[in-house]
């Protein structure tokens, strides 16, 4: 052996010889490289001979690496999604694909790494303390979106002015927050977003909750099922300014009011005074918050408020739509962002089991607090688990055990699997969706595979059918077969 391959090979064994985990063939090849260097001409130190080298130099850190089992469990808080959990999603996006397209709306999307600035608004939102935020490797600050509506801010402020007003945009986004887990409550949910920009009066609150609405409805669910808690951020702004509570508390005032519909006053009493509002003023806030009706809230605010005008025009404009039976106003609705200026929204689970399903508003300045000019928005997110969770409680969830194929193909042999292949080629072009048994199979084991996938036929090529230009279809539903010509296969599948 040359001293260039003895070099080479000895380059290689160094390699394996430095390696902190053994794997099997990582071993079998530094055995073997070991043996070749000492029946070589070359010298060869007594480390290279030393056939306990592997166990010295394989640490018990090492040795637990490599014998360590997978953790098989997704990280806390999120979701694999096998093929009926798949055919679930699908079905709940198509649904909420189909609301947005009849009402309008056209679909959009942007990076789920979002700049970690777009989320750490000054007003003691829960959010900000629930980013999954790092660092990245160009020292930029970076998060996994919690929420779309700024990333939304951040597309149409990239545009300068030049999108054409008003717009209506949906998106499906994942989002992610690292909070405590309840029912109905991951760290990574999907979340329907429904946005309407450039219009500033209620009629855009009126057409998102008519088209949310709309999909409770075609989901099956009605108005005894769900309820939509409705309410303007004027009220809260009108009791603050009478009680001389300066405008720039407005929005933190808010985040914490929001809180007190799962804590007790006492529990925020300490953020409550750094605020400046003290026991007094709290106190006469939630005795507004209650009001729940146009009537009292005249009582209250005076029958020329503007919180009691926005309110009854949105009201009527339900009446037009047909949803009233849909809206509920509570004064004490006031959603835990900070940047809603105006209508504000909950849809929420009657029987009251479970958290809320929906909730949005109107965002006006927004943009404002990223530098821009203020342009009327309004909009929704509706996520992905709480009306799932909603749908299997009512028992009106459809079923998604089947997989959707509608043929499997079989050959009876080797030799005919050629023909399978023609066969099932000719069904795909007719639309249909087919599973070719790829290999030698019992029929028995044929038929019970295509029972797990719910498939509705059973198209089998066997000597004697083939022989005579047909293969035999079996209706695995009606348990009828009959023999199909292979030139009319494309005719069959289209009359099914």
């Known amino acids: 052996m040359n ?13 394996l010889r430095c390696s902190t985990a053994f794997t099997p063939a990582t071993t079998r090849a530094y055995t073997k490289l070991t043996t070749l260097l000492a029946s070589s001409n070359g010298r060869i130190s007594n480390a290279v001979q030393d056939k306990s080298l592997l166990d010295k130099t394989n640490t018990d850190e090492t040795r637990r690496v490599v014998s360590e089992k997978l953790d098989t469990n997704p990280p806390k808080g999120t979701r694999d999604f096998y093929p009926e959990d798949m055919r679930l999603r699908n079905w709940l996006f198509d ?22 600035a777009l989320y750490t608004r000054k007003a003691g939102e829960e959010v900000t303390q629930q980013l999954y935020n790092f660092v990245d490797k160009g020292e930029r600050a970076v998060t996994l979106r919690p929420e779309m509506t700024p990333s939304l801010a951040r597309m149409v402020m990239a545009k300068k002015g030049a999108l ?16 405590r887990m309840t029912r109905g409550r991951r760290r990574e949910h999907f979340q329907w977003n429904m946005d309407i920009w450039g219009v500033a009066g209620e009629e855009a609150e009126a057409e998102l909750i008519a088209a949310m609405v709309r999909f409770f409805e075609g989901v ?24 001389g509570i300066p405008p720039e508390k407005f929005a933190a005032t808010c985040v914490l009011v929001d809180k007190l519909e799962k804590v007790p006053v006492d529990a925020i009493q300490g953020e409550l005074e750094e605020l400046g509002l003290d026991r007094s003023v709290v106190e006469k806030l939630l005795n507004v ?18 919180a009691v005008l926005q309110l009854e025009k949105f009201m009527s404009l339900c009446d037009a739509y047909g949803i009233q039976d849909w809206i509920i106003l509570d004064a004490s609705v006031v959603r835990g962002l900070a940047y809603y200026t105006g209508i504000v929204f909950e849809a929420f689970d009657r029987k009251g089991q479970l958290r809320a399903i929906a909730g949005g508003g109107r965002y006006d300045k927004l943009l404002e607090t990223f530098g821009g000019d203020s342009i009327p928005a309004a909009g929704f997110g509706f996520g992905d688990a709480v009306i799932v969770e909603l749908l299997k ?21 080797e030799k005919l699997f050629p023909v399978a292949i023609q066969a099932a080629t000719a069904l795909r072009k007719a639309g249909q969706s087919v599973d070719l048994i ?11 595979h295509a029972d797990r996938l719910g498939a509705k036929y059973c198209l089998i090529v066997g ?34």
């Open 463 to 496: 000597e004697s059918e083939y022989e005579n230009g047909e293969v035999a279809v079996k209706d695995l539903k009606l348990g009828q077969q009959a023999n199909v010509k292979i030139e009319e296969l494309v005719s069959w599948a289209t009359s099914q």
């Open 220 to 243: 099956g669910l009605t108005s005894e099922d769900v309820g939509i808690k409705v309410n303007s951020r004027l009220v809260i702004g009108e009791v603050l300014n009478e009680l």
């Open 438 to 448: 790829l290999e030698a199979k019992k029929s028995k084991w044929v038929f019970k």
């Open 3 to 15: 001293h260039h391959r003895i070099a080479s090979i000895m380059f290689v064994w160094i390699t």
């Open 289 to 306: 918050l209650t009001n729940k009706s146009i009537e009292s809230l005249r009582e209250t605010l005076g029958a020329d408020s503007k």
């Open 393 to 413: 409680e009512r028992n009106i969830l459809p079923s998604f055990e089947e997989s959707g194929i509608d043929t499997v193909v079989f050959a009876m042999n």
């Open 95 to 116: 649904q909420w694909r189909d609301t947005a397209r009849i009402s309008g709306f056209v679909e959009y999307d942007a990076p789920v790494l979002e700049s970690e």
């Open 164 to 179: 054409p007003l008003p717009f209506k945009w949906f998106s499906i986004p994942q989002c992610w927050r690292y909070e």
